[in-house]
């Protein structure tokens, strides 16, 4: 069962979510998200909602193998976000912790999240990724620890501010 993209963008309480870029070489795993999900139409890394109970590493495992079929060992957290949609709110609606990690196994399987795909560092295609990625994926690529801050629209279509710094 799907959650109305409403409740997505304006939730009762934070949800909190996981990031894993899977690195290959100087190439990165994304997946273009399947139209009509949360996303759609985005390329992202594989990623989604912490359950209840779960550690973030434990859900970067489920979710990663759930939407691409590999199974992934160390995963280093390499950076932390905090999402609004919409002006004047006390706490994010999204946070999500973001991990890397170049130890994988398994065969790689498109899923109904979506489509995969590996990009070179030098070719992702950050104007088909969400608008606050081309702030902080270059400090994940350079391997450097952040942390960022990002306003959107209510709608989420349109990136309001931001603030990222290393960490």
Request: a negative charge.
């Amino acid at each position: 069962m799907s959650t109305p993209e409403s409740d997505l963008l304006n939730p009762s309480e934070t949800i909190r979510a996981v990031i894993c870029y899977i690195r290959r070489e100087d190439q990165f795993l994304l997946l273009l998200k399947t139209s009509g999900k949360f996303g759609g139409g985005f390329w992202n890394a594989p990623g989604g909602k912490i359950e209840e109970g779960e550690s973030p590493e434990e859900a970067a495992r489920r979710e990663v193998a759930e939407e691409t079929g590999l199974l992934v060992g160390a995963l280093e957290t390499i950076g932390h976000l905090e999402f609004y949609f919409g002006a004047g709110k006390s706490r994010p609606d999204w946070t999500a912790e973001v991990f890397v990690t170049s130890e994988f196994r398994g065969e790689l399987r498109d899923s109904e999240e979506g489509r995969l795909e590996w990009f070179s560092k030098e070719n992702l295609p950050v104007d088909q990724m969400w608008d606050d990625d081309r702030y902080w994926l270059p400090m994940l690529i350079g391997r450097r620890k952040f942390r960022g801050s990002f306003e959107f629209s209510q709608n989420s279509k349109e990136l309001i501010s931001h603030k990222v710094e290393e960490t």
